[in-house]
């Protein structure tokens, strides 16, 4: 996606205003408000591209209230890219109207530095300094630090002591003569749930694989969904530079959205055809944990952990933005001792969508609320899914609504089979 | 500043949250899935019969024009505010209130979709009938307003035949009810005068309709032909026979290409038409009218036909067509629906006008019908940004109108006539019947100001010379 938002032009003509989009729409189920639903936000778009309307502040509130989850383009016959509209509208907004410095901060400044993103995280945990604290609350991806913030308190259940990559340093990575694969570490598992991560590289040591964790930085996901578009571009210039530096078969992150991202990374470069042609030569290699092993096997389990009914969350950025569907189940269900029960609504967005829960507390949680209606209904014990923010978001729903349910990565419940 | 001064006394009934006046919040209601635009000064979300009340006798008071919303689905322009005008939005009114199994009703607040009351109401093994293909987004509202139909109104009947009472909200700000639970109220069917009025002889708040129980059994068939003639025989025939099917439903080649290319709902591209027939009701002899339907088909010619032999099967063929619309949409940006609707027998005739007219345009125009009872749906495809190619489409739909007029049909079957069929009013209505129509909404609405501009054309003279 280019500089010039008439470049969506086409994409949102395409809509025809049909306003099938409304019965899917997890936010204007809850408005009912035309500003929040596809066929709006289309119209906006389109409004600015024609000049019928000047982008300013007013225009905040309708762009940044969308998910980017994408179920009005799964369900809309000409397959309008509403969320790419959506997308190229912020970055019109950044550009004019700007965007808060905490942001250009986070964007600029922190995403790009792993070291100085973990000692800010650090000291935001720790909560003492009121500056950070209140930069902690406007970038809507810390979240997961909950701490001084009084409304997310509880996002975060525990903040771990030792982030992934220092853990990292003493693991075993050598998984004998399978493939060589990329461990691309994102940020939510290598700052928030490090277990997370050592599950996902214990699994792939196990199966045979030689892992490389990649020295990457920030997918640039947040700061594309923000439509910094520029800030997005150069995370992915780091990672394209650090990933060329592995020789490996198989890219492969745990995380949902980052594999979906850097899927992604070809539209990011879509105007300049060398990036194009490098981004595209990476995203063919990129897998999604499930993804690889349902084609790679697992370990053979030994029949531990769980025993009893797991059901699964899609998220937003497995289902609808990769396809990735069936084979998280198939790999729960070849679990040993595992009922697999399939959740109404499962790929449903469970409100997390990268900020939205910070900046939109209560449609957050009134998302959540039915995603925890559902998972009620399966009476499962065990709860799975693949994306951090999804499981942090899906945590905190089960302690809300005091549910006796553990909610945990594929990988983890994986581990726990084989170990 | 008397802007101001309005927006300040809708917010002091419905609330500060519940009003919006910034431009950028009102370039979303300037719409509908028609082609009309327009700019409306300010949008209301009521959520109780009182507000919508007050609401109304606010703007009557002061002389702005208003109308309701329910989801802006309708294809004629039906929910364009006319400038300056005011909408009041439904959408949050959308409560279902009250499910009575044993007098068969329901009643049910507009904004409600007919989905959701369709879902409601399954559980306990109980239907409404009227299920337009926009059923999981159009409102009850809606429904009322445009008196909707869809492919089971072959032998259920439209939107008015299920409607029993309403409560309204006149022009004047007064609330009445119309009809009711009783089976027949005394005096003339004030009811059947407000359904399909397109919401300009005042808002509906409250609307009771009659549930039925789910059929028996349902037997789904899809049958594929070599050609439109033997598609719209074998229609014939099976009518002829005494068969009454749920719905008789046929799709075009155009249509086919896209439906299969959208959906891959296994449809041969090379088939000239499609068409779908649902048998519903009592389980006895069933079978046997299923039979009969084959035979009819294998003597008109029929390529192949396929029975639904469960729930999914009966899903999957009736998945290309509700998806037709939207697939056909992915060809081109834009489309108009044509909406005419002819006597059976001239279905052949009015199919081969309308290729004609795409010839003489140069347009693409697909077709998707209810086949049973002669409604057609061209459709015209469009890039609504060529000027060009635009006004070629207004006349070539203009035209497609006056063909089912003179074939003996009508202009609308179950869209409406909003602001975009206004000239076509004059191809089937005489003067004397408009002029009728008009001293009505005069008499509801003597300030003009109900969703104005809608349905009856404003130069009269201008449309008949037309
Ligand atoms: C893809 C597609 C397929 C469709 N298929 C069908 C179909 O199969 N059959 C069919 O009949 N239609 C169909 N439609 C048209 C449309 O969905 C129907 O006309 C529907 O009833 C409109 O409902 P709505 O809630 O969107 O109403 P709106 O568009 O919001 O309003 C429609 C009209 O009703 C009036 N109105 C709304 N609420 C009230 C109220 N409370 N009281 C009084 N008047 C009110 C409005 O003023 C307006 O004139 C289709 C539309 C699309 C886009
Ligand atoms: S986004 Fe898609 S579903 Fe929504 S109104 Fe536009 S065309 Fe219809
Ligand atoms: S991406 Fe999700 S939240 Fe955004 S408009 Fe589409 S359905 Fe709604």
């Given at each position: 996606m280019g500089e010039d938002l008439r470049q969506v032009y086409d994409e949102v003509a395409k809509c025809n205003r049909c306003g099938f989009c409304q019965a899917h729409c997890p936010i204007f189920d809850i408005t009912k408000d035309e500003r929040n639903v596809a066929r709006g936000h289309n119209a906006h778009v389109r409004s600015l591209i024609e000049g019928e309307l000047e982008i300013s502040e007013d225009f905040k509130d309708p762009l940044f209230e969308c998910l980017l989850c994408k179920a009005c383009v799964a369900n809309c016959f000409p397959a309008v890219r509403t969320e790419r509209n959506v997308v190229a509208g912020r970055a019109e907004y950044v550009r004019r109207v700007g965007q808060p410095r905490t942001m250009r901060f986070l964007f600029h400044r922190l995403l790009p530095d792993p070291v100085r993103m973990g000692r800010f995280v650090r000291l935001a945990a720790v909560g003492k300094n009121t500056g950070i604290t209140r930069l902690a609350r406007a970038l809507g991806i810390l979240k997961w630090f909950g701490k001084d913030f009084d409304r997310v308190e509880g996002l975060v259940e525990r903040l771990p002591t030792r982030f992934f990559r220092e853990r990292a340093r003493t693991l075993r990575l050598d998984g004998g003569a399978g493939r060589t694969v990329a461990y691309f570490v994102g940020c939510g598992f290598n700052f928030v749930l490090p277990d997370v991560a050592e599950a996902t590289v214990e699994v792939l040591v196990k199966g045979g694989a030689r892992v490389r964790v990649v020295d990457n930085v920030c997918c640039g996901l947040p700061?594309?969904?923000?439509?910094?578009?520029?800030?997005?571009?150069?995370?992915?210039?780091?990672?394209?530079?650090?990933?060329?530096?592995?020789?490996?078969?198989?890219?492969?992150?745990?995380?949902?959205?980052?594999?979906?991202?850097?899927?992604?990374?070809?539209?990011?470069?879509?105007?300049?055809?060398?990036?194009?042609?490098?981004?595209?030569?990476?995203?063919?290699?990129?897998?999604?944990?499930?993804?690889?092993?349902?084609?790679?096997?697992?370990p053979s389990p030994r029949g531990?952990?769980?025993?009893?009914?797991?059901?699964?969350?899609?998220?937003?950025?497995?289902?609808?933005?990769?396809?990735?569907?069936?084979?998280?189940?198939?790999?729960?269900?070849?679990?040993?001792?595992?009922?697999?029960?399939?959740?109404?609504?499962?790929?449903?967005?469970?409100?997390?969508?990268?900020?939205?829960?910070?900046?939109?507390?209560?449609?957050?949680m009134v998302v959540l609320d039915r995603k925890m209606e559902n998972l009620r209904k399966t009476e499962a014990g065990v709860l799975a899914t693949e994306c951090p923010g999804c499981l942090i978001q899906l945590r905190y729903g089960v302690r809300r609504a005091s549910l006796p349910v553990r909610v945990a990565h594929v990988s983890e419940?994986?581990?726990?089979a084989c170990s | 500043m008397a802007r101001d001064a309005l927006v300040a006394e809708l917010e002091r009934i419905v609330g500060r949250e519940n009003v919006r006046s910034k431009p950028v919040d009102l370039a979303v209601y300037g719409y509908d899935a028609g082609l009309a635009t327009g700019r409306p000064r300010a949008v209301v979300f009521v959520q109780t019969t009182e507000q919508v009340a007050q609401v109304v006798k606010t703007l009557y008071k002061k002389g702005v024009p208003y109308l309701a919303r329910g989801a802006g689905t309708n294809l004629s322009g039906g929910t364009v505010p006319p400038d300056g005008g005011v909408v009041i939005e439904t959408a949050r009114m959308n409560r279902i209130l009250e499910i009575d199994l044993e007098n068969q009703q329901a009643l049910v607040e507009p904004g409600v979709f007919n989905l959701t009351l369709q879902n409601a109401l399954a559980p306990h093994g109980y239907y409404y009938a009227p299920d337009p293909a926009?059923?999981?987004?159009?409102?009850?509202?809606?429904?009322?307003?445009?008196?909707?139909?869809?492919?089971?109104?072959?032998?259920?009947?439209?939107?008015?035949?299920?409607?029993?009472?309403?409560?309204?909200?006149?022009?004047?700000?007064?609330?009445?009810?119309?009809?009711?639970r009783a089976p027949d109220t005394p005096g003339p069917d004030l009811v059947g005068l407000f359904v399909g009025a397109e919401g300009t002889l005042g808002i509906a708040t409250k609307i009771l309709v009659r549930i039925m129980r789910a059929p028996e059994r349902v037997v789904t068939m899809l049958a594929i032909f070599e050609s439109l003639e033997s598609a719209g025989q074998t229609v014939s025939d099976i009518i002829a026979e005494g068969i009454i099917p749920a719905t008789l439903e046929i799709m075009d080649n155009l249509v086919i290409r896209a439906v299969e290319e959208s959906v891959h709902a296994g449809y041969p591209t090379d088939a000239d038409a499609?068409?779908?027939?649902?048998?519903?009701?009592?389980?006895?002899?069933?079978?046997?009218?299923?039979?009969?339907?084959?035979?009819?088909?294998?003597?008109?010619?029929?390529?192949?036909?396929?029975?639904?032999?469960?729930?999914?099967?009966?899903?999957?063929?009736?998945?290309?067509?509700?998806?037709?619309?939207?697939?056909?949409?992915?060809?081109?940006?834009?489309?108009?629906?044509?909406?005419?609707?002819?006597?059976?027998?001239?279905?052949?005739?009015?199919?081969?006008?309308?290729?004609?007219?795409?010839?003489?345009?140069?347009?693409?125009?697909?077709?998707?019908?209810?086949?049973?009872?002669?409604?057609?749906?061209?459709?015209?495809l469009f890039d609504a940004r060529d000027p060009d190619e635009m006004a070629r489409v207004h006349k070539a739909g203009s035209e497609i109108l006056k063909i089912c007029a003179e074939l003996g049909g009508t202009i609308s079957g179950e869209h409406g006539i909003g602001t975009e069929k206004l000239k076509e009013m004059a191809f089937v209505f005489r003067r004397a019947d408009i002029e009728f129509m008009r001293a009505i909404k005069a008499a509801l609405d003597p300030k003009n100001l109900c969703n104005p501009g809608k349905v009856l054309p404003e130069e009269l003279d201008a449309a008949l010379a037309a």
């Open positions: 700061a594309y969904g923000y439509g910094d578009l520029e800030a997005a571009r150069a995370l992915a210039r780091k990672n394209m530079d650090a990933l060329e530096q592995v020789d490996a078969e198989v890219i492969l992150t745990d995380c949902g959205s980052c594999s979906a991202f850097l899927k992604e990374y070809p539209e990011l470069f879509e105007e300049s055809p060398e990036e194009r042609d490098r981004a595209s030569r990476l995203a063919s290699r990129v897998k999604g944990f499930s993804e690889y092993l349902a084609e790679d096997g697992c531990h952990g769980f025993r009893g009914k797991v059901t699964y969350h899609d998220p937003c950025h497995l289902s609808r933005y990769q396809g990735v569907v069936g084979q998280p189940r198939q790999v729960l269900r070849g679990l040993p001792g595992v009922e697999y029960v399939e959740m109404p609504e499962a790929d449903r967005c469970c409100g997390a969508a990268g900020s939205y829960n910070v900046l939109h507390y209560e449609q957050s419940l994986v581990r726990e | 926009s059923q999981k987004v159009s409102t009850m509202g809606g429904n009322v307003g445009e008196n909707s139909g869809g492919p089971h109104c072959l032998k259920y009947g439209v939107t008015s035949n299920h409607v029993l009472g309403l409560e309204v909200v006149l022009p004047s700000g007064e609330v009445v009810w119309l009809g009711g499609v068409l779908i027939i649902e048998l519903d009701g009592l389980a006895d002899g069933m079978d046997e009218q299923a039979d009969r339907i084959m035979e009819l088909c294998e003597k008109n010619g029929v390529v192949s036909a396929r029975k639904a032999k469960d729930a999914t099967e009966r899903a999957e063929l009736w998945a290309g067509r509700k998806g037709a619309f939207g697939a056909v949409a992915r060809l081109r940006p834009s489309y108009l629906v044509c909406d005419g609707t002819v006597p059976r027998t001239q279905l052949p005739a009015a199919l081969a006008a309308v290729r004609e007219v795409g010839r003489k345009y140069d347009l693409m125009i697909g077709n998707v019908f209810h086949a049973g009872d002669g409604n057609l749906h061209p459709l015209i």
